[in-house]
């Protein structure tokens, strides 16, 4: 397995006096396949970051959320997840079709614990699991490279009140994003989303951002 250092890392690990420390984490910690441990850890998720790149090597980071157990480990060198209703942009997964290198960091709140993943990704518009998922627009299927177990030292304990509203469920219909109820924006949606926004009420500018500002979203 190659090593997670470059001589940039190497360089700090050695001023800062963490060289055998490092070394040992890169070699007897970090590893190239799911364990049933990890399995079952991000089988228990409903929400990770995902890092991705743009072609010019700027990094993002984004939230994704939804029911849990949303991230679907295949095998063990395999996880996919689904892509939902967002705001147009495809700007993570542009930046996977692109570039196809991404980070996952899944993390516990309630009883702090985090798994960090390395990998490839795949976007995948036409999949037999995309079955599986109510309202996904296409599927990431990530090929792990690196994954690992990090310290929970610092993740500060938080409790879930309740999943959100726009998570899709097979029983009902989903809200639309505020944003998309907004009248400056009515144009630029498609004819059977205006429709929904008429029957859920169109808001104006001041009023979105005071929802937001309440966290409403």
Not at 17 to 32: C, F, I, K, Y
Not at 85 to 104: A, E, K, P, T
Not at 152 to 170: D, F, G, T, W
Request: aromatic share 10%; charged share 25%; proline share 5%.
């Amino acid at each position: 397995m190659s090593s997670l250092y470059s001589d940039h890392h190497r360089a700090l690990q050695q001023a800062y006096g963490t060289t055998g420390l490092a070394e040992m984490l890169d070699t007897g910690w970090v590893h190239e396949q799911i364990s049933d441990d990890e399995r079952a850890f991000i089988a228990s998720r409903d929400m990770f970051f995902l890092s991705t790149v743009d072609p010019d090597g700027n990094p993002t980071v984004s939230y994704k959320g939804g029911p849990t157990g949303f991230v679907k480990v295949l095998d063990a060198h395999t996880l996919v997840f689904p892509g939902y209703d967002g705001n147009g942009m495809f700007y993570s997964v542009g930046n996977i079709v692109g570039q196809s290198r991404v980070g996952l960091l899944f993390i516990d709140f309630e009883n702090p614990h985090r798994v960090r993943v390395q990998g490839s990704a795949e976007f995948l518009a036409d999949d037999p699991l995309l079955a599986d998922y109510d309202e996904a627009k296409y599927l990431v299927r990530v090929t792990v490279s690196k994954i690992w177990v990090n310290c929970p030292r610092y993740v500060h304990r938080y409790r879930k009140l309740e999943q959100s509203k726009y998570v899709p469920k097979a029983e009902c219909t989903t809200p639309l994003a505020s944003w998309k109820r907004l009248d400056m924006v009515q144009d630029v949606l498609p004819e059977h989303e205006r429709r929904q926004a008429m029957q859920e009420g169109l808001l104006d500018l001041a009023t979105y951002e005071a929802k937001v500002a309440r966290g409403e979203g």
